[in-house]
């Protein structure tokens, strides 16, 4: 069996078609191929859609050992959550369930879909899915959201329910139960809700990192935590989209750096990606660096290749580091001291010994490293202060303190490195960035 796509890209207000996507299906295997389109070739505007697929006429194979999809159009599937809801919402109407990869990419909504790619069976149909019986709901909606999340969680979700959270949900997030909002000033965002189950705030969690990461430095989506009828709920900016609706092309690391589905990665995989590929390669270096020493001090142990992301800038016709996102405190209770993206190839341990052996991989001098290393940990050992400025209640932080209080900290402190870039004592919080977007 062979499904066909027309394959476009959003870029400002305009869409272009970019190529065409055959889906090739023998018995449970799945491959592709891509073609790019001869405007495509031809438009001024043209760029690969990822590194690794370069503008040439002919084919760009994929096998079902390499993911069956290009990166960049993997990347724009649905995470664990959202086929969870496809499945069981076209199980309750007795529909197929999708058993193809095309076939849950196609299943997401066209508005919410993550990055620039848009795609249609032929030129004379609507982007695959459109809204035209729904739009992705307001920020007053939570209620109603959150109490449809937990009936998929207990399994109790009926038809209503699986319909009015299906095509909201985003690929920018993992696991948890979530769905695409609109904010009040008409921004797009994700809203991440509670799971029956959790044992501690996870919201809280993830708002925390995302302050502490502005306050040492890092360019990190812009997030806050609201209490809905009593139970917390983190709102995250999209960073793909301006408040226009205008698009960003968005590629996770695990597609900048050719990676298969599942497979380990290095900060310094990351890293050769940047000096290749990256508009100001020098600045994002530094920054990735920053990020991993807050991953190393700030126990974020879910920083696997595709928490890791890139934004096309047409201007440079190159990439830049996306805003930092997903990123989760883990207790030390709950998880020994391991990352999902490896430092280096030397080992997985979170240590500061292994960031400081590879530092000149991310144009950094030892002085300057110890610096960064040195700025984060006075923002780290900050945390329950700048988790009090952003709401959080000290009940919502004592889960945390195993995540910020080890010997990795202390190790940071032996440095003997004045702050550079952060006050020895709480600041207001920064107003997060917003170049490209949100």
């Avoid at 329910?161 to 769905?179: E, I, M, N, Q, T």
């Avoid at 609201?226 to 139970?231: D, H, N, Q, T």
């Avoid at 994002?284 to 020493?293: G, P």
């Amino acid at each position: 069996m062979r499904d066909t796509l027309e394959v476009h890209i959003k870029l400002g207000h305009d869409t272009h078609r970019v190529g065409t996507l055959y889906s090739h299906m023998r018995g449970s295997s799945e491959s592709s191929t891509f073609i790019y389109h001869e405007d495509w070739l031809e438009n001024r505007l043209r760029f690969p859609i990822q590194p690794d697929m370069p503008l040439v006429r002919g084919s760009h194979h994929v096998s079902s050992e390499n993911g069956s999809l290009p990166g960049a159009i993997r990347d724009g599937s649905p995470d664990r959550w959202g086929r969870k809801l496809i499945q069981r919402a076209m199980a309750k109407a007795r529909e197929p369930v999708p058993v193809s990869e095309v076939g849950f990419l196609i299943s997401l909504d066209d508005h919410s879909r993550i990055g620039a790619l848009r795609y249609r069976s032929d030129e004379t149909e609507d982007f695959l899915r459109a809204s035209k019986d729904r739009r992705i709901p307001p920020l007053l909606t939570i209620p109603r959201l959150m109490n449809a999340a937990d009936a998929v969680h207990t399994e109790t979700a009926t038809a209503e329910d699986l319909g009015y959270l299906l095509g909201h949900g985003s690929p920018l997030g993992g696991a948890r139960p979530k769905s695409a909002i609109v904010e009040e000033d008409g921004t797009l965002a994700i809203a991440k809700f509670p799971k029956p189950d959790d044992i501690r705030n996870w919201a809280a969690g993830e708002v925390l990192m995302g302050a502490l990461a502005r306050h040492a430095g890092i360019d990190a989506a812009a997030s806050r935590m609201l209490r809905i009828e009593g139970r917390p709920v983190s709102i995250i900016r999209r960073f793909d989209r301006e408040p226009d609706g205008a698009r960003h092309h968005f590629i996770s690391a695990m597609t900048m750096v050719g990676a298969r589905e599942g497979e380990k990665g290095t900060y310094t995989d990351i890293a050769l990606a940047i000096r290749r590929f990256g508009a100001e390669p020098t600045r994002d270096l530094h920054e990735l660096f920053r990020r991993a020493a807050l991953s190393v001090l700030g126990s974020n142990y879910d920083d696997h290749l595709r928490n890791h992301g890139f934004l096309y800038l047409p201007a440079s016709g190159k990439w830049r580091l996306s805003p930092a996102y997903d990123m989760n405190p883990v207790p030390n209770t709950e998880r020994p001291r391991h990352l999902e993206t490896w430092i280096s190839e030397g080992g997985s341990e979170a240590t500061l010994d292994r960031l400081f052996e590879v530092a000149h991989e991310f144009a950094l001098k030892p002085a300057q490293a110890r610096q960064i290393v040195s700025d984060v940990a006075n923002v780290t050992r900050q945390w329950r202060e700048i988790g009090r400025q952003v709401g959080l209640t000290d009940s919502d932080l004592a889960p945390y303190a195993s995540a910020f209080m080890h010997d990795e900290l202390r190790a940071a402190f032996r440095l003997g490195l004045q702050p550079a870039h952060a006050s020895p004592s709480p600041v207001s919080p920064k107003p997060p960035k917003s170049e490209p977007s949100p």
